[in-house]
DNA sequence: ATGGTTGGGGTCCAA
């Protein structure tokens, strides 16, 4: 049985709950994974992911800001958050899906929505960016654990770091822009590789080919322009890596009415 | 170097 698992920072899950189901009707993910809901547990709209034929949840939510969830086809069980940093922000979200996969037995997959770390690149003028360093350190000593990459493990949301040279628009000019600085590019690489991940985005689409997830709103013109960045991610450990069939960035949603700033990211497992 | 846009909650903060 395949699984197709989507992850897609919605900015508003309120807002753009019919956008959603516009993607839902063309992609039909398994398991569809958000990050900035913007809302309350008890806004969140359960009624209509039912209606588009998602059962199963696991939700992480606060008022107003981040807030992540995981909606799924699949059942879901072991639904643990973890409070990176020790904020009180909803930005982690874990579930095993029970998939039936004849490659693979069951999955645990980690949502996350990473700090996006203020305007500043230095830890001494910008506490947002002190922030976001030290949530990435956290998450690589979540995942040190010494069985951890032995395990069937997808990792995946809005990690907020390009990492690579073609996942900006232009490499020089956004080496002092937060989301590309070599400070959270080595966190980010430092967190991948200790963790033994796998980035099947990457494999079916080597640099230097440009990959981008998000467009500013403040950028006119997001097509023709392409001022785009790489910051959102699905990695899966070892043992998936060959169960990963195809990746897709499901670039039409930014043009879409009234859309996020982020398009979904899927990847097919068999 | 600057300003550009969006969303939530409430007349400003975060992205």
């Not at 960016?129 to 990435?136: R, S, T, V």
């Not at 990459?149 to 490499?171: I, M, T, Y």
């Not at 690489?189 to 997830?213: C, Y």
Request: proline share 6%; charged share 25%.
């Amino acid at each position: 049985m395949a699984i197709r698992i989507a992850t897609w920072n919605i900015n508003s899950v309120r807002l753009r709950i019919e956008t959603v189901s516009r993607f839902v009707k063309i992609s039909r993910p398994d398991v569809l994974c958000f990050q900035e809901i913007k809302c309350r547990e008890a806004e969140f709209p359960f009624s209509s992911l039912k209606e588009m034929g998602y059962q199963h949840f696991a939700v992480n939510a606060q008022k107003g800001y981040h807030g992540v969830a995981i909606a799924s086809r699949l059942p879901l069980d072991d639904i643990q958050t973890q409070d990176f940093c020790s904020k009180g922000e909803a930005r982690h979200v874990s579930a095993r899906i029970c998939s039936g996969g004849a490659n693979f037995s069951d999955i645990e997959i980690h949502n996350f929505y990473v700090p996006a770390g203020g305007d500043v690149p230095s830890v001494e003028a910008n506490p947002k960016f002190k922030h976001k360093l030290e949530f990435l350190e956290e998450m690589k000593s979540f995942f040190a654990s010494p069985a951890a990459s032995s395990q069937n493990r997808v990792l995946l949301g809005d990690l907020n770091v390009a990492p690579l040279e073609h996942d900006v628009w232009n490499h020089k000019a956004l080496l002092k822009v937060v989301s590309h600085t070599p400070e959270e590019v080595e966190r980010l690489i430092s967190l991948f590789e200790s963790g033994g991940w796998v980035d099947p985005i990457r494999n079916q689409a080597p640099e230097p080919e440009k990959v981008f997830t998000w467009w500013s709103y403040r950028s006119p013109n997001w097509l023709l322009a392409n001022k785009g960045r790489r910051l959102d991610h699905i990695w899966v450990s070892e043992p998936l890596s060959g169960a990963v069939k195809k990746t897709e960035i499901f670039k039409e949603t930014r043009g879409w009415d009234r859309p996020s700033d982020h398009v979904p990211v899927i990847a097919d497992l068999i």
